[in-house]
């Protein structure tokens, strides 16, 4: 698992513009951020971290942070969010406990408003293919959850 920190907004879409827009109605928040971050470069004074995570060569997960503000994460599998997590070995500052808490329940709440979204959409669906909403919540929730608690 590679997490990879971009120098710029335009580096970060090259490698993740494509993928994000796949799933635009999720990703908008961070799609639209780094297209502020190319659009206006001469007046954005904020360097954002803006990060891709891959598994042998395919993207699993982007997130972006303008500090001062929290991690905005795209939906991931539990794995590229492992890696996530352990990104202080990445900025060398690790996370604090109150970042990693922030970092899953933000997961969880995702997750969990993707589900409620997709079964208003199809309220008498039961079972969800795998690359949905509710099947992620099914399949990844209680991990996400007793991570949140740490």
């Not at 907004?9 to 799609?31: K, V």
């Not at 997961?107 to 409620?116: E, K, P």
Request: hydrophobic residues 40%; aromatic residues 10%.
């Amino acid at each position: 698992m590679n997490l990879t920190q971009h120098k710029t907004a335009r580096e970060f879409l090259e490698r993740a513009g494509e993928w994000l827009q796949r799933g635009e109605a999720e990703n908008n928040l961070i799609f639209g951020i780094s297209k502020y971050f190319v659009n206006d470069q001469g007046r954005v004074k904020v360097h954002p971290y803006l990060l891709t995570i891959e598994d042998s060569g395919m993207l699993l997960g982007a997130a972006i942070m303008t500090p001062p503000r929290h991690l905005i994460i795209a939906r991931m599998p539990h794995p590229a969010l492992v890696a996530l997590a352990n990104y202080e070995a990445a900025r060398e500052q690790p996370f604090s406990k109150n970042e990693l808490r922030s970092l899953f329940a933000l997961c969880v709440y995702c997750i969990a408003y993707g589900t409620r979204c997709a079964h208003s959409l199809e309220p008498d669906k039961i079972d969800w293919e795998e690359n949905t909403w509710p099947y992620l919540l099914k399949t990844e929730g209680k991990a996400l959850l007793r991570a949140a608690a740490r």
